[in-house]
């Protein structure tokens, strides 16, 4: 177990229970996209693989009980993982349109796609390896997307300070 999945482990229970009884803990969920939407401009899929607090859960308690066989190779193709965020993305959309712009409305939604996906990570890190779902995670993707614009935004910067 790495040292920040000990730190950060505890917030899927905080989010996923917690945001049960008061759904403001939805934002939580907000600002780490946030800051890790911000951060894979730099860094990649560091949140994933080190501060990701499902990821977390993921490596500590569900790789005990992963039947450990191979993800499914339609997993890795590009398309397939756009089309995972891309309904993500809409369901997400939708019910905040949905949602009357109600604060406490719009943190529940983000506890029941926190919910609904954690969900789909245990049923997919059971069947498949403990980190299936990071495979096709929506937010990985994206995350994945993110760097590469950076670093080719940072390879021009370079190439055009060497002139």
């Known amino acids: 177990m790495k040292k920040a ?8 229970p905080l ?3 917690g945001g049960l009884l008061n759904p403001a803990l939805g934002y939580l969920v907000v600002a780490m996209m946030a800051f890790f939407l ?4 730099f860094k990649g899929r560091y ?5 990701c607090p499902r990821g977390a859960f993921l490596d500590i308690a569900l790789s005990k009980f992963s039947l450990n066989r191979f993800i499914p190779r339609i997993f890795l193709k590009q398309w397939f993982r756009w089309s995972v965020f891309t309904l993500f993305a809409a369901f997400l959309v939708f019910r905040l349109v949905n949602s ?17 996906t954690t969900a789909i990570s245990v049923i997919l890190g059971v069947f498949t390896r403990h980190r299936g779902w ?13 760097y590469k614009i950076g670093k080719s935004n940072n390879d021009l910067f370079s190439k ?3 002139k």
Do not use: K
């Open 5 to 12: 999945q000990s730190l950060t482990i505890w917030l899927l």
């Open 15 to 17: 989010i996923l229970f």
């Open 38 to 41: 911000t951060l894979s401009f």
């Open 47 to 51: 949140w994933c693989w080190n501060l």
């Open 100 to 116: 009357g712009g109600e604060w406490l409305v719009i943190g529940s939604i983000f506890v029941s796609m926190c919910i609904l």
């Open 134 to 146: 990071c495979t096709i995670c929506p937010m990985g993707t994206l995350q994945e997307h993110i």
């Open 160 to 162: 055009q300070a060497d």
